[in-house]
C-alpha cells in the first residue's frame, strides 16, 4: 500500500520544483580591510554567465551579446573619433555597446543622449587614452562645459583619463568652472579612471552611480550634484587653490531625497591645505567617509555650512572608522557625525545603489 502524501508537503515540493534557480551570493557590505576588497567585490559582482537570476531581466537580456566599435586615432579602426563611433548607435538602443579607444590624446566634446543607453567607454588598462577638451561654464554652463557627458541609463567607463584642460580658475574670470566628466543617467560605473580638473571636476548629477578605482583631482567643490553614488577604493586629490578647498558639494535639498554619496576605503591626499570634506552648497547634503585614508590636507574641521549656520540643522555628514592625520574627530564641526556602526551600515554596503541588479565587472575584450 501506497503511503498518500500529506496534500501541503505535496504542494511545497511542486513549488521548490518549479521555482526560478536564483545563484547565492555573499555578503554586499563592504569588507572593512581594505585588503580583502577586491576578491570580495569579485565574489559578488561576477560575470553575466555567473550571474543567472540575480540582474534585472532588462539587464541581463542587453549584456548578452554586446557590440564591440573600435576607435583609433589617425585610422585603423571603425572610426577615427569618439563621437562618430557614439553617433553610429541608433537611437532607443538596448543592447551594449562596447566602443573601445585605442591609446593615444582624443580632443573631443562628447555628449552620449539619453535615448543611447548601454554605451561604454573602453580603453586599454595598459595604456589609458585621453579624452580632453577645454570648456568653460562662461560658454557652456557648468554641467554642460563637460568633456565627457553621459546622459543614458547604463553608461560605463573603463580605463581613460579625462580631462578638463582650462586653465585655473583664478578668482578674476567669470565662468572659469570646467567639468571633466558629468554622469547624469542611472545605474552607471566608472573603473579606474583619473578625472581631472580643478573646480567642479565631476558632475555627479543624478541617479546610482558606481566609481571604483578611481583617481579624481581638484579644488574647489570638485564632486558635485545630487546622485546617489559609491565610490568605493578611490583616491581624491585635493589641488591647492588661492582660496577655498572642497571635495563634495552634494546638493540633496531635503531630507526626503533619496541621494548621496559614500566614500569607502578611500584616500584623501593632495598638496592643498586646510581642505573641507564637504560643503553645504545645498541645505541637506548627505555624505559619509568610512573605512578612509585622509592625509593633513584636511582641515581640521572636516566640514562648512557654507557660512549658512541655519544648515548645521539639515545636512548629513558622517565619518566610519577613518584612519590618518586629517581623520582625528577632535576638532571636528559640531554638525557632523561619527557614526555608529548601526548607522554607517547602508553606507558600507553594494545595497546603497541597489548594485546586485545591475552592475557587472568592466569588460574584458
Same mark, same amino acid.
Not at 46 to 67: C, F, I, M, N, W
Given at each position: !500500500?501506497v503511503?498518500? #502524501?500529506?496534500?501541503?508537503?505535496a504542494t511545497i515540493?511542486m &513549488?521548490?520544483?518549479? /521555482?526560478?534557480? #536564483?545563484?547565492?551570493?555573499?555578503?554586499?557590505e563592504?569588507?572593512?580591510?581594505?585588503?580583502?576588497v577586491?576578491?570580495?567585490?569579485?565574489?559578488i559582482? *561576477?560575470?553575466?554567465?555567473?550571474?543567472? %537570476?540575480?540582474?534585472?531581466?532588462?539587464?541581463?537580456?542587453?549584456?548578452?551579446?554586446?557590440?564591440? =566599435?573600435?576607435? @583609433?586615432k589617425?585610422g585603423?579602426?571603425?572610426?577615427?573619433?569618439?563621437?562618430?563611433a557614439? +553617433?553610429?548607435?541608433p537611437?532607443?538602443?538596448?543592447?551594449?555597446?562596447?566602443?573601445?579607444?585605442?591609446? %593615444?590624446?582624443? @580632443?573631443? *566634446? =562628447?555628449?552620449?543622449?539619453?535615448?543611447?543607453?548601454?554605451?561604454?567607454?573602453?580603453?586599454?588598462?595598459?595604456? !589609458?587614452?585621453?579624452v580632453?577638451?577645454d570648456?568653460?561654464?562662461? *560658454?557652456?554652463?557648468?554641467?554642460?562645459? $563637460?568633456?565627457?557627458?553621459?546622459l543614458s541609463?547604463?553608461f560605463? /567607463?573603463?580605463?581613460?583619463?579625462?580631462?578638463n584642460?582650462?586653465?585655473?580658475?583664478?578668482?578674476?574670470?567669470?565662468g /572659469?568652472?570646467?567639468?571633466?566628466?558629468?554622469v547624469?543617467?542611472?545605474?552607471?560605473?566608472?573603473y579606474?579612471?583619473?578625472?581631472v580638473g580643478?573646480?567642479?571636476?565631476?558632475?555627479?548629477?543624478?541617479?546610482?552611480?558606481f566609481? @571604483?578605482?578611481?583617481? =579624481?583631482?581638484g579644488? #574647489?567643490?570638485? =564632486?558635485?550634484?545630487?546622485?546617489?553614488?559609491?565610490?568605493?577604493?578611490s583616491?581624491?586629490y585635493?589641488?591647492p587653490d588661492?582660496?577655498l578647498?572642497?571635495?563634495?558639494?552634494? +546638493?540633496?535639498?531635503?531630507?526626503?531625497?533619496?541621494?548621496?554619496?559614500?566614500? &569607502?576605503?578611500? @584616500?584623501?591626499s593632495?598638496?592643498?591645505?586646510?581642505?573641507?570634506?564637504?560643503? /553645504?552648497?545645498k541645505?541637506?547634503?548627505?555624505? &559619509?567617509?568610512?573605512?578612509?585614508? !585622509?592625509?593633513? #590636507?584636511?582641515?581640521?574641521?572636516?566640514?562648512?555650512?557654507?557660512?549658512?549656520?541655519?544648515?548645521?540643522?539639515?545636512?548629513?555628514?558622517?565619518e566610519?572608522?577613518?584612519?590618518?592625520?586629517g581623520?582625528?574627530?577632535s576638532?571636528? $564641526?559640531?554638525?557632523a557625525?561619527?557614526l555608529?556602526e548601526?548607522? +554607517?551600515?547602508?553606507?558600507?554596503s553594494?545595497?546603497?545603489?541597489? +548594485?546586485?541588479?545591475?552592475?557587472?565587472?568592466?569588460?574584458?575584450?
Open positions: !500500500m503511503a498518500k #502524501v500529506p496534500r501541503v508537503y515540493c &513549488v521548490l520544483l518549479f /521555482a526560478p534557480v #536564483v545563484l547565492s551570493q555573499g555578503s554586499t563592504i569588507p572593512a580591510v581594505k585588503s580583502k577586491n576578491a570580495w567585490f569579485a565574489s559582482i *561576477k560575470p553575466l554567465k555567473e550571474r543567472a %537570476g540575480t540582474l534585472d531581466p532588462e539587464v541581463a537580456k542587453s549584456e548578452a551579446q554586446p557590440k564591440i =566599435i573600435k576607435v @583609433k589617425g585603423g579602426g571603425d572610426f577615427d573619433t569618439i563621437t562618430k557614439i +553617433a553610429s548607435v537611437i532607443g538602443n538596448n543592447k551594449r555597446v562596447i566602443i573601445f579607444i585605442a591609446p %593615444g590624446v582624443y @580632443k573631443e *566634446k =562628447i555628449t552620449i543622449d539619453r535615448n543611447k543607453p548601454f554605451i561604454t567607454l573602453l580603453g586599454d588598462p595598459k595604456s !589609458m587614452p585621453t580632453t577638451f570648456g568653460t561654464a562662461k *560658454k557652456y554652463g557648468t554641467v554642460d562645459s $563637460a568633456t565627457i557627458i553621459a541609463n547604463y560605463v /567607463a573603463a580605463y581613460l583619463n579625462i580631462e584642460s582650462s586653465p585655473q580658475p583664478d578668482g578674476k574670470r567669470v /572659469a568652472q570646467a567639468v571633466a566628466l558629468r547624469s543617467g542611472d545605474r552607471s560605473a566608472i579606474d579612471c583619473k578625472l580643478f573646480q567642479d571636476t565631476l558632475c555627479d548629477d543624478r541617479g546610482n552611480h566609481f @571604483k578605482n578611481c583617481i =579624481i583631482r579644488t #574647489v567643490d570638485f =564632486i558635485f550634484g545630487s546622485g546617489k553614488s559609491l565610490y568605493l577604493d583616491e581624491l585635493v589641488e588661492l582660496g578647498t572642497v571635495i563634495t558639494a552634494q +546638493a540633496r535639498e531635503s531630507s526626503s531625497e533619496d541621494t548621496g554619496y559614500s566614500f &569607502v576605503h578611500g @584616500k584623501i593632495g598638496s592643498a591645505k586646510g581642505a573641507f570634506l564637504g560643503r /553645504a552648497w541645505s541637506s547634503p548627505r555624505v &559619509v567617509y568610512a573605512y578612509s585614508e !585622509m592625509s593633513k #590636507v584636511v582641515n581640521p574641521a572636516g566640514w562648512s555650512h557654507n557660512s549658512q549656520p541655519e544648515r548645521a540643522k539639515t545636512v548629513y555628514y558622517g566610519y572608522k577613518c584612519i590618518g592625520e581623520a582625528s574627530p576638532k571636528r $564641526a559640531s554638525f557625525k561619527q555608529t548601526k548607522e +554607517a551600515k547602508p553606507f558600507i553594494l545595497d546603497f545603489i541597489g +548594485a546586485t541588479k545591475w552592475l557587472l565587472p568592466p569588460p574584458k575584450i
